[in-house]
């Protein structure tokens, strides 16, 4: 499933799900479309496109995080804690794309370190700022089926 946010009207609809990656980058360029990232959530493999600098904040995590991406397009991620560093329950593992993220702070880095599985590639959603595409397991453990409607 693929869900777009703030493509201009020129790109609006069903159009811009059928943007091949060399027009996209070719609009990129010319400044037709802004900056437009592509998250994807492994296992439910569901990927979310937006302009960055329309996504409306939150509230919980760091303004353009991989929750506040999440809560943006519905899509369920733990964060026990609101959001604010104090727990693990929105760890994931990046797939792709970790030159995509913020670099990890020290917070980040203590609380992380103390995920159940903790893997090189591990992160917490609420503070890995997006910039740009990336790919992101939720682990199996970490997955809530009772919130999560399954």
Known sequence: MQVGLGFPRLFSGDTRAKLSPLLRDRCKRAGIIGKVPKVTFLPANETFEYEADKLPYKEHGKQGSLLDVAMNFGFHLEHACGGSCACTTCHVVV???????????DDEMDRVEQAADFQLHSRLGCQAVVKGDVTVLIPEWNRNYVSEGH
């Open 95 to 105: 797939k792709a794309g970790a030159q995509n993220l913020s670099e990890m702070d």
